[in-house]
């Protein structure tokens, strides 16, 4: 069975510091990476995404991740946050021909002025 | 601009109750999702339908059933509310074929049972 593990709960960054979230996910193929992201009173909105090919991909709002096999791992990046990026963050494991998506629980960010 | 809406952000309830929520989404997906949000525990799928009058159950289909009657509408049930099942709720659509792995989602429904 595929799952995801976002070990961190809340992460607090301050405006213009660099950004990492953690995720780590468990997957006996290739397996299709996300993250999604929740801003406050909205719903999920995709990110980015890996499949294969270049292990570090690049997504919507400035945001990076990079796949590595080796360590199970998918961390979301960026390099400068801002206070915009305030929300709820949530890495995601799925696998082509199966639509559901497995979702980690979440990391929440907040950003200090 | 896609959309998928959801006829409540917020439902108070109470024990025992029948509670019907509802997803519209006007993207002509064929998948839909109903998932549940809490604390630390992240989206949980409760029930998943890939077409009209189909559905699978998910991760925690306990205690509530599903209905999908046209493409567009996708519904979740609470047959007799209980109060653990107060919770964010959260309904998603997508489609089988381009970016089948995109979800889009609703705001969410925040329903507490007292």
């Known amino acids: 069975a595929q799952s995801v593990t976002q070990p961190d709960i809340h992460i607090t960054v301050s405006e213009g510091a660099s950004l990492e979230l953690r995720c780590n996910y468990s ?29 570090l991909v690049q997504g919507i709002k400035g945001f990076e991740a990079e796949f590595k096999r080796s360590q199970s791992s998918f961390n979301l990046r960026k390099p400068s946050v801002h206070w915009s990026d305030a929300a709820e963050y949530f890495c995601a494991v799925g696998a082509k021909g199966n639509e559901k998506l497995t979702f980690g629980t979440g990391t929440r960010l907040t950003i200090i002025p | ?66 209905s999908r009657e046209k493409k567009e509408r996708f519904s979740l049930i609470l047959e007799s509310a209980s109060t653990n099942q107060t919770s964010m709720y959260l309904c998603a659509s997508s489609s089988t074929s381009g970016r089948w792995y995109e979800q889009y989602f609703g705001p969410g429904t925040r329903l507490t049972v007292t």
């Open chain 1, 27 to 55: 997957y006996g193929a290739t397996p299709y990476l996300f993250w999604y992201v929740q801003s406050p009173g909205q719903g999920l909105q995709l990110l980015l995404k890996y499949f294969s090919g270049d292990t």
């Open chain 2, 1 to 66: 601009d896609v959309k998928v809406t959801q006829s409540s952000r917020y439902l108070v309830k109470r024990t025992g109750e029948k509670v019907f929520l509802e997803c519209v989404q006007d993207m002509d997906h064929e998948n839909m999702f109903w998932y549940r949000q809490d604390p630390g525990l992240g989206l949980r799928l409760i029930y998943f339908s890939y077409d009209v009058k189909m559905k699978e159950k998910g991760d925690i289909p306990e205690g509530y059933s599903v």
